[in-house]
């Protein structure tokens, strides 16, 4: 099983026999809390509903316990906690723009839709095979993407507000939610030519906001600071010592910047630039794992990571603000944050990818543009997915499990815009059908080589830099789109 299922039994354990002043203190498992406190009362509930299945799964000592009780439990947990999810997806659905109707239910937006984000490849593996409660989390952060496509606007902050709290990754998409908030309810009306109108500025709705903030950050922050350990609990959720990249490199611009730090160290081993004895044997036999020193590139820094991040993310925000498109530019914005902070961002897990491609989803259905960026982004997306499940016995399950959902992914879209343009060029096609030799070489032929040995890294280094180009060509992509669309009168005044 995967060490996400140990986590979560740990935390269990942890919040059903422990204080609340120890939640954050305990640390018996190297898997120590490091969720926010909405999560850890979700344990908690949760505990003392394990505790009729199987109580030693609440021990705190049983480390690595995994009675088929246990097992039981925990998966079956997370497939009741889906039924937020598979709600959410219908209240998405009722936002989609409904001008494309067909008479074939199959071929509607709405039923294409609901398919793309239930049978979702990457959420599936994430949570039902690999393990965890994304499909919960998602949950709560596609029922406020839909309240706020609703004008349900102080619906969709509360939800934010509360998913912040329960797992703070989401973070990296909050200037999309602050700033449309302030464009759309703050500011209650626009000028015929689009622009502002400044005195339409609203201090009760800036209020109301504000308390609802407040309010949800004091019923989950609040008993930490009574007891003072706020600083213990942030150092939890801000775990900067792990290093920039995880023990596998997420598929992003990191990934590419270590893959070009090792391949400038072999050029100058063999051209006698580098003196061998100084360099650590680590950095040309395995990935990047807890704190690293660059080889010949400069080392990174968190704050260079966060400096990055905000550079990035600052042209879609702008673009909300000064070009809006109400809840179509909302979520461009949405995915362009989401993606920017997984191209920048420290020590970035593969499944943050999944925050970008589930509310893209919604974009992919209203234009082919979009389209074609979505299949890029997901096909690289979830394939970078694959070191997660490494077994032997798992490896048809996740080729016939991406097979399915990436054929139905392409055959959707292009009968819903067979209209229109094809919705991938020559060039990305060719790209994307490399997937297939590249995971031959990695699971077959690579084991098989003397290589093997010396570079056991290879596989993932490969795969995860292969992906980064996908991920980094579909994200630039989407950036051209959303900053040279023009945006016609109709539409600003809306």
Known sequence: YSTDFEVHRNWLAITHNLPLSQWYYEATSEWTLDYPPFFAWFEYALSHVAKYFDPKMLVIENLNYASRATIFFQRFSVIFTDILFIYAVRECCRCVNGKRAAKDILEKPTFILAVLLLWNFG????????????GFLFGLML??????????????????AVLLHFKHIYMYVAPAYGIYLLRSYCFTANNADGSLKWRS?????????????????????GPFIVLGQLPQVISRLFPFKRGLCHA?????????????????????LKCNFLDTTKIPKASMT????????????????????????????LPSVFCLWFKPQGPRGFLQCLVLCALSSFMFGWHVHEKAILLAILPLSLLAVQRAKDAGIYLILTTTGHFSLFPLLFTPPEL???ILLMLLFTVYSFSSLKSLFRRERPLLNWLE???LVQLVPLEVFCEIVFPLTPWKQHFP??????????????????????????????????????
């Open 123 to 134: 959420l599936l593996i994430v949570d039902h095979i690999h393990f965890q409660y994304n």
């Open 143 to 160: 029922l406020s993407v839909a309240r706020l496509c609703q004008k349900r606007y102080l619906e969709g902050a509360l939800l934010f």
């Open 201 to 221: 500025f609203s201090f009760l709705h800036v209020t109301l906001l504000g308390l609802i903030v407040c309010l949800v950050s004091a019923l989950s922050l």
């Open 248 to 268: 596998y490199w997420a598929p992003n611009f990191w990934a590419l910047y270590n893959a070009m730090d090792k391949a400038l160290t072999i050029f100058g």
């Open 286 to 313: 395995g990935g990047l794992v807890q704190e690293f020193q660059h080889t010949v590139l400069p080392s990174v820094t968190p704050l260079a990571t966060l400096i990055c991040t905000f550079i990035s993310i």
């Open 396 to 398: 048809p399950i996740k």
């Open 429 to 431: 096609t060719i790209y």
């Open 457 to 494: 890294f290879a596989p993932l280094l490969l795969t995860s830099v292969y992906c980064a180009l996908g991920v980094t060509y579909a994200w630039l992509k989407l950036y051209v789109s959303v900053l040279t669309e023009r945006i016609s009168v109709r539409q600003k005044a809306e």
